[in-house]
Nanobody
Framework: QVQLVESGGGLVQAGDSLRLSCAAS????????MAWFRQGPGKEREFVAA???????YYKDSVKGRFTIARDNVKRMVVLQMNSLKAEDTAVYYC??????????????????WGQGTQVTVSS
């Protein structure tokens, strides 16, 4: 069992940066693939970024070059550094964990554990 707690959301202006953190509890955190998803107003939850245990990363096309996902297996944390934020990045951001064996890491159905979400609002 893994519990995930997100933090770091807030209200920022377009062009600003924000850093989201996800703290994980439970065993063998290093074995899990970790990801960030987001759900904007009136939209479905969508993939943002994922990272496997060997620091192999995946990104949604619209955030490539602006967002960076990283993990610290000792601290059991995964972070999402978001730069050059845009109004369309406004959403509730969720941390997710996927136990091996891994399937398609961009697929929302792949993930076994979810955090409660943290709100990011970008004003234009």
């Amino acid at each position: 069992q893994v519990q995930l707690v997100e933090s770091g959301g807030g209200l920022v202006q377009a062009g600003d940066s924000l850093r989201l953190s996800c703290a994980a509890s439970g065993r063998a955190f290093h074995n899990y693939a970790m990801a960030w998803f987001r759900q904007g107003p009136g939209k479905e939850r969508e993939f943002v970024a994922a990272i496997r245990w060997k620091d192999i990363t995946y990104y949604k096309d619209s955030v490539k070059g602006r967002f960076t996902i990283a993990r610290d297996n000792v601290k059991r944390m995964v972070v999402l550094q978001m730069n050059s934020l845009k109004a369309e990045d406004t959403a509730v951001y969720y941390c997710a964990a996927d136990a091996p064996p891994f399937g398609v890491l961009t697929d929302i159905g792949e993930y076994d554990y979810w955090g409660q979400g943290t709100q990011v609002t970008v004003s234009s």
